[in-house]
Structure formats: structure tokens, C-alpha cells
């Protein structure tokens, strides 16, 4: 059984740090591209920032680039999202996303973890 649990979301002022877990489990997580996605009220969901399997590469929103660090570790099947600088803009709902490089129809999704921004 496949599973995708985020974690580590809360509440956090602007300009604070937060760190999002997210575990997989039921499928190769090494091979497979693992992504931050996120979702604020009356938006539509957004790429955050992405980590490839086969050479960790990384890609990140403009957005956050620059503030927001995404890591994986492949002995642990875990990805993290380091939020630093935190902004009002950030807050939202945040998934995980597991993808397979090759094979499109093989996605799995968490089911989101709640970031709040406020003083």
C-alpha cells in the first residue's frame, strides 16, 4: 500500500522557519521525483519547489527560491521543505507529491499539511 504523509505544519510568524516532513512508503521512493506542492484559499494549487530521484536536482518557485530549501533522504523515504524567512504569502496548505520519472499515471499524493502565517 502506497502511502504519502506530510508533516511538521503549523503555525509560524513572518520571518520565521518551519520544516515540513513528508514519508513515503509502498513504492521505490530513490527512483521516484518528490515535490512540494501548495494551496492557499481561492488559488489554485502551485508547484513549491521539486527534487529529482536519479540525481537529486532541484527545482523552486521564484516565489521561494532563495528562502525555501527542499531535501530528501533516501535511506529514511523523506522528503523536507526547510521554510525560512517566512511570509504572509506562504500560508496555505502544503502536499507532497510522489512522481515516477517515466511513468506519468504513477503519482501519489499526501494529504496536506495546514501552514498558517501570523504575528
Not at 520571518?15 to 489554485?44: D, H, N, V
Request: with cysteine.
Amino acid at each position: 500500500e502506497v502511502q504519502v504523509v506530510e508533516s511538521g505544519g503549523g503555525l509560524v510568524q513572518p520571518g520565521g522557519s518551519l520544516i515540513l516532513s513528508c514519508a513515503a512508503s509502498g513504492f521505490t521512493f530513490s527512483a521516484y521525483a518528490m515535490a512540494w506542492y501548495r494551496q492557499a484559499p481561492g488559488k489554485e494549487r502551485e508547484l513549491v519547489a521539486e527534487i529529482l530521484g536519479n540525481d537529486g536536482r532541484t527545482n523552486y518557485a521564484t516565489s521561494v527560491k532563495g528562502r525555501f530549501t527542499i531535501s530528501r533522504d533516501n535511506a529514511k523515504n523523506t522528503v523536507y521543505l526547510q521554510m525560512d524567512n517566512v511570509e504572509s504569502s506562504d500560508a496555505a496548505v502544503y502536499y507532497c507529491r510522489a512522481a515516477h520519472p517515466f511513468v506519468r499515471a504513477a503519482q501519489y499524493w499526501g494529504q496536506g499539511t495546514q501552514v498558517t502565517v501570523s504575528s
